[in-house]
Every structure is written in C-alpha cells, then in structure tokens.
C-alpha cells in the first residue's frame, strides 16, 4: 500500500507502518499544499491512503468516494 503522511501526522507514524510505502508530503514538496490540493495531488501520484490530523479534512471535499479519515 502505497501512503502518505500529512505534516501533521504524527512524527514516527512512518516506522511503524511496516510492510508499506510510506512518504511524507514535504518530502513531496508538498507541505505547504491546502488540503484539497494535497487530496488532488496525492490521488494523482497514485497513493491509496492519505493520513492527516486533519479533523475538517472531510468538510472541504466533494467527493464521492469516501475518504478514510
């Protein structure tokens, strides 16, 4: 599975996630992208989770499919 973690994920949260591909956003480049826009970008890089701390992520979108928060 293929993940990204928000700036704001909890740090050490990639090391316990084994057993996965796991990036950072700034890693990216993309730490200073707004949320919608980091939701964007991240569904067309092809990741299959985004995890933020995020709490009105699920407020700013209209999408369809639902997002895992």
């Known amino acids: 599975m293929l993940i990204l973690l928000d700036d704001n994920a909890p740090?050490?949260?990639?090391r316990a996630l084994t057993g996965h591909v796991v990036t950072e956003a700034r890693e990216r480049g993309w730490a200073t992208f707004q949320n919608g826009d980091l939701l964007?970008?991240?569904e067309e890089?092809?990741?299959?989770?985004?995890?933020?701390?995020?709490?009105?992520?699920r407020y700013q979108q209209s999408r369809t499919a639902p997002i895992g928060l």
């Open 40 to 42: 964007r970008v991240a």
């Open 11 to 14: 740090r050490g949260l990639a």
């Open 45 to 57: 890089a092809g990741f299959d989770v985004l995890v933020t701390a995020d709490k009105n992520l």
